[in-house]
């Protein structure tokens, strides 16, 4: 890709076109968890955020130019709406979970892996899952996945995760289930 | 496609769909919640739109914050895609998102809205279903308390709403509820499913497809996630029922239009006072239509 592409190609993540179609893919992933769809972690947060979310990026993963973009409140990552975070570390904080009158107050992780399509499978199931979907994910501390169970146990309360490589993503919403798979 | 809605350009997508990015954006943060906690009527900022509500600003709003140039819609109000409600909604959408395709048949729609009815034939994977919804709290019947209805909610706590379902039961030895039927999702949440009869719940339990539900007035937004429990509420002893459309000799009614006998029927009087039946669902009734009868099948 040429220079002057790639640039033209990160701009389009602001726009309004560009957002429509990355938020069908962001409704495909919740919708049927566990599948993979494409967008970057950039062109998720573009899509999902503006001056009225706040934003926690403890591990640094999100550039100044898009800091600045989003113009979202910065929070601490027990406190936000949505957390960018590393995911092959274990976690160090302890997301909102919203209330029982308000569960959809609980955060939404944007959890960083190193690849998604390929490492250690998990097996999950849900609604949205007709049966059992398997989804191989690289580079992801088991510890989030028991913190995860942790944070998820008393329904309706919890946390909502969106897993997200280079190019890819796919959704965790709080109901889903996971085993993992020897 | 319009080629024109390709350019990676802000200014590309000015002003298509309405409402303004940020209000798109809040309508989209809200529907991903209400998927993730399925059947949680999920608060969101409802905007004024130019038209009165009770019109459908609630399932406008969702479907102004989904549709895309690709798209294509089909909305329909009663069952039928011209009834004048239907017709101006369509219009409105097509106004303000330029580009976008709309059908009136169910199986050729990405994005279907619909007022009263859920379509004859099975959703797919990734078409979207949007509901209007006038009143999108089932237990308003039994707490007037908002605040005592979240807890509730939170809590999966119906018991009084099943008491009040019960005692309903024994005073009429039968379901009297013809619309909004409360119903169950994923074993938690009691939602109001919106205005359509019960012989639509069946589909949808562990539907193929998405359905959104959205209240304007009420500024709320809930979901019926794909391959998901929907279970209208029932007891032991009296089971759930749709409705079954047999005339006195327990024979199925069929349309007098298309003769489908397995579609939801609304009753004609004609001008000598016969009672005849015809499938709500228009585009179902064509499509039936042209398989039956082709030779007077209207030309769709
Ligand atoms: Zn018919």
Redesign the interface.
Known sequence: MSETASLLDHQSIWGPMAQQRVFRCLLEAFSYPGRIQSASLPALLATLGDSEISLADPDELVAADDWRRLGARREAADKANFVVARGDIDPAFQPAIGTLESPEQGATILLRVRKLGRGAKLKLSGPGIQDAIKLAVGGLDPAWLERRAQWNAGFPMGVDFILVDGEQFAALPRTVSIAGEA | MNPG??????E???S??FLD??A???V???????????G?Q??YASREMPMGRGFGTGGLQLTL?????EDRLKVIDQGADDSVNAVNLRHFVEMTCPGMDTTEHTRAATLIQSRHRIPEVPLR??Q?LVLQVPYPDALVVVESSE?RR??MH??GDYARLLTRLYEDIVRFDEITIAHRYPTRI?G??VIDPSPIPRYDLPKLHRAAA?TLLGAGREKKIYAV????DAEPLAFDDVPFRIEDFRDAAGRRCACARCGASDSFLDELIGDDGAKSWQCSDSDYCNEQLAVRNPQEAVHI
Do not use: D, W
């Not at chain 2, 809200?30 to 399925?38: D, R, W």
């Not at chain 2, 996630?225 to 998901?228: A, L, R, S, V």
């Open positions: 809605y390709e350019l990676p350009l802000e590309a997508g000015y298509f769909g990015e940020y798109k954006r809040e989209r943060r809200a529907i991903l919640k209400a998927i993730s906690i399925p949680y999920t608060p914050a989904l549709v895309g140039p994977e990734n979207i605040a979240k807890t939170g809590e994923a938690h949440y998405l996630p794909p391959y998901t």
